[in-house]
Every structure is written in C-alpha cells, then in structure tokens.
C-alpha cells in the first residue's frame, strides 16, 4: 500500500514538467522584426475544458517536477479574473472558448438540469464552446434550452437530430480577432450513444469525423480564413489521431481527457493541447501570423491558483446567487474521512475504492463495480458532504445486481483495458478504469487485444470460468436488461431501491475506516503505481 501523496517519482506528466511551461514551435519561422512588423499580428486565444459545473474555488491537486501539493484552485469567478487579466494585456484582442462537459457534474447543476450555470457562464464571456458527452445528459430538449440561453454559439460537425439530419448546431464559426481572421470548428464524440447510458441521447445522431477535413478546406477557401482551429472533444490521444487525419488545422484544441498538457503534442506539423479540468487551469495560446500564415506559435498552461489570481468580484456574486437555492441541501453532512480521498488516477485510486465498497455493501454481493469516472476533485479531511456525493457520482443511478460467470468477468475486463489502454486512438473508449471492490486483477498495459490479464481474482481466490459470481454496479438508463455495467448476458438481474448515493449515504453511516493508500485492486504490472494519465507511449 503506498500513500496517494508520497508517490513522487512515480508519476507522468504529459509532454514535460513544470507550471506554466510556454514552449515555441521548434523550427518556426521567425521573421526579422524590422521587416514585418507592419504586418506581424498575434492571435492570442484562451481556452478552458471540462469545467464539469464546479462553480466555486476547491482543492487541486497539483504534479509536476517531482513534487505534489494540494492548493486551492479554481471556481468561475477566478477563471473570469484569468480571462480579464489577459483580455487587458492584449488591449482586448483575445478569443476565448469553452471544450465542453460544462453543465454537469456538480449538485446545482443536477438539480436544476444545468440552468444554475448560465449566468456565471455567460459573464466568462466565452466566443464558442463545443458540446461534451455530458451535455445529454438532461436529454436533447434540455440541451437546445441551455444553448439557446447562452450568449455564445455552440459549434459541432457531427451532432444531428436523428429524424430531420439536421445538424443541431453549426459546424464552425469565424471572427476576426487581432486582425486575424480564425475559424473555431467543433467535433464532439461520436461514442456517446454508447458510452453514455443510452437514454440521454435519443433522438440524436453522432457523425464520424468524416466530414472534418472538408469543412477545413471550406473555410480556407470560402471563408478566407488565416487561422484554422479544430476544437474536439473526443479525448487528448484521438485528438492526437485526428491530426493525421485532418490537415489544415493550426491547433488541435482537445477536451474531454481532463489531461494537462504543460508541453503541447506535435502531430502531423499541427499541436494538440488539452487545458485539464474544473476550472483548475487555463490554455493560452499565442499564434503569430505574417502575410496570411502561422510563423509562430507557443502554448502555455496556466494554473488558476488561488495564490496566483484574485476571484473577480462580480462573478462570484453570480456563483453565490446561483447557489443559494440548494445551499442548505448540498452543504448537509452525510458522513467524515481522516484522510484526504482523490481520484486523479487511471487505474487505481483511493476514492473509488470506497465508492465500490460502498456499491457491494448495499448490494450484498460477492463484486462491487464503480464507473471510471474522471470528475470530482480531492476530498480533504473531514465532513462528507451531499455537495461532494454529486461532484464524485453527478447521475442518480438505481444499483442493479446479478449473477455473471467467471468467463464474463474475463471478457469484461480484457474489452475494459481495451477501451483504456488501445494502441490505436480510435479504439479508445470511455473514461479510465472501472474499480473494484471484492475483486483484484493484475495485467499488462502493453500487451495485444484480449491477452492483457495476467490474473483475476473474487474475494482472494483465482476466478474459475464455469462459476457464478453475484456482482452489483449501476443501472443505465437505456440499457437491456441483461447488462450491467456493460457486461451483456447477466443472469438474475434485479434492480435495486437504492442509488449510487444512499449506498454511500449507508456505508459512511457505519464509519468505515477510509484509506488514502493503494490496495492493489488492479496494477499494471508495466505501469507506474500511479498512472495520471493515459497518453502513453
């Protein structure tokens, strides 16, 4: 067992290491000052990703150069302080953008279907955002709602109505900024009728990426534009594929992975960026352009820490009005931890593993299986709240159990490291891996398709094929009725009275002791015993 905060030297970080790191494209072209200047313009453009409707400042979980701290970061009113400072350096010439998942993932978003975010979202005062997976999961009536309600456009190539085939939003949009005139295209991910319960996205269409590298011709010859960004939010390594695929793009903007790029990924002549999540961080991305053309370019993350920006005043009035009304119902108490409980791992991590133990509890079950979620920052000692059930767990799912032979367990697993691990970016599906509870594996990440279990094990003892084993995880809506948590063919399902909350509710009731430390429930027996990211080379 290894505490979550004394895992130094163990940890990967996408690209290099170090706040804010600003890198300049190798080899660019930079002409002499004197002789361009007239004509040198600069584009600056910020960018946040997955803010996930955490409205207010939290602990953050900082890693790099070898080193962890927790700091406070975060919340609408700082990311508008960042945005401003910045809008202010440049004499206004900046353009701001949103990569999605930004109306779910918090209690007041829940509770009022994401309406809570549209004031404090609307004073960011973002140009274009583009809809993540989570966006559905109001239904598409409540999406067009929340879209029309925002002061900036929603863009997405690939998302349709399913009857008419027409697209829900336009595909891209252009503005002259700084003198340079850039076009923001929009891509959302095309797995979300599967990767999401099926219910929240009925009634639509998701597109391939088909369509992208002529929509980039498009407004590059139509449209005249100077600059071309392509912002996606389909995940950091698709993201990366897609480079190869769609040329003509100047930067790949990705959202989705929660992943920190402080070095940006050079693909194809193109970079592919990702800004991490909940407002912890901000992209800036400065591009110069002469005579029509990128010369320069360079990236820097930042981080929104509270130790580095100020809250700006007005928006935080916003974020306190949204609030209000569910204050006193998402601050109640449900339970305490000793220790400081965080997720920001791909394989293993001390939260989900009591988020998993409290799943099996209530179901009485020889298995317990928890999502892989990536949503939810750290959780510091001491109360539990009702605000904190939502952050970790933002559906209100009925758990379901049933019975499932070992040979299902295998397939579920090998399919599961699949969606996680692929070589190939296109087979990469999901968040990060379910946890278990009651249940351990060993494998290989780098091993082919279907041979990466090394060994599995129910309650310390070698799974057996032919065997039955009662497993409990949640119910999706629009599931058959013989899955459960994507394993097909369960026998005896049944779904429960209770929700992924009351389990918890129920568990912390009875004061468990709660672990900051590995348990070896899954390793990977090539990988770190921390993995924080899943773009691994």
């Not at 996930?52 to 406070?72: M, Y």
């Not at 293993?348 to 799943?359: F, K, S």
């Not at 899954?522 to 990211?533: K, M, S, Y």
Request: glycine residues 10%; aromatic residues 6%.
């Amino acid at each position: 067992m290894m505490p979550l905060l004394s895992l130094l030297g163990a940890l990967f970080s996408l690209g290099g290491l170090g706040s804010g790191c600003a890198l300049t494209r190798p080899g660019a072209i930079t002409p002499p000052a004197d002789s361009v200047s007239s004509q040198r313009k600069q584009l600056t453009v910020l960018y946040v990703a997955d803010l996930h409707a955490q409205l207010r400042a939290h602990p953050e979980l900082f890693w790099h150069e070898g080193k962890e701290r927790i700091e406070e970061a975060g919340g609408f009113a700082r990311v508008a302080a960042a945005i401003q400072r910045i809008r202010a350096e440049r004499g206004g010439d900046v353009l701001v953008l949103d990569a999605g998942d930004t109306i779910q993932g918090s209690g007041a978003a829940a509770l009022t279907e994401g309406e809570a975010l549209i004031a404090p979202l609307n004073a960011l005062g973002l140009d274009g955002a583009v809809p993540g997976n989570w966006e559905v999961v109001y239904g598409p009536k409540v999406l067009r709602q929340r879209a029309r309600e925002l002061k900036h456009p929603l863009v997405a190539a690939n998302l349709r109505d399913a009857a008419s085939g027409e697209r829900l939003f336009p595909p891209y949009f252009v503005k002259e900024v700084g003198g340079v005139k850039v076009a923001v295209v929009g891509f959302t991910d095309p797995d979300v009728p599967r990767r999401q319960p099926p219910g929240y996205s009925q009634g639509l269409r998701y597109d391939g990426p088909e369509a992208l590298p002529a929509l980039v011709r498009e407004v590059r010859e139509r449209e005249g534009v100077q600059v071309v960004l392509l912002m996606t939010h389909v995940g950091l390594a698709k993201a990366v594929g897609l480079a190869a695929r769609v040329p003509g793009v100047d930067v790949h903007l990705s959202g989705d992975t929660h992943e920190r790029t402080y070095a940006p990924i050079e693909k194809a002549g193109s970079w592919v960026v990702e800004p991490g999540a909940f407002g912890s961080f901000l992209g800036r991305l400065d591009l110069w352009v002469v005579d029509g053309r990128v010369v320069d370019r360079r990236w820097e993350l930042i981080e929104l820490t509270a130790s580095r920006f100020p809250e700006d005043p007005k928006v935080a009035r916003l974020v306190d009005a949204a609030l209000a009304p569910h204050e006193a119902k998402l601050s109640a108490p449900v339970g305490h931890t000793d220790v400081t409980l965080a997720r920001y791992a791909v394989v293993e991590n001390p939260l989900d593993n009591v988020l998993a133990d409290a799943i099996r509890a209530a179901g009485g079950t020889e298995i317990g299986l928890s999502n892989g979620f990536r949503f939810g920052t750290p959780l510091l000692p001491g109360p539990v709240r009702e605000a904190d059930l939502w952050n970790f767990f933002p559906i209100v799912n009925k758990l379901k159990t049933g019975k499932v032979s070992g040979r299902q367990l295998r397939a579920f697993w090998e399919q599961e490291l699949e969606n996680v691990f692929a070589k190939d970016p296109e087979k990469r599906f999901g968040g990060w891996l379910p946890r278990p509870s009651g249940m351990t594996l060993r494998f290989r990440a780098d091993a082919t398709k279907g041979q990466r279990l090394l060994a599995l094990e129910v309650g310390g003892r070698p799974v057996e094929n032919e065997r039955l084993y009662t497993v409990t995880a949640c119910e999706r809506e629009g599931d058959a009725p013989d899955m459960v948590c994507r394993i097909p063919g369960i026998q005896e399902p049944r779904v429960l009275d209770v929700d992924a909350h009351e389990a918890v509710r129920r568990f912390l009731a009875g004061r468990p002791p709660l672990h900051d430390a590995l348990q070896g429930r899954a390793v990977g027996e090539d990988l770190p015993p921390v993995l924080r990211t899943q773009q691994v080379e």
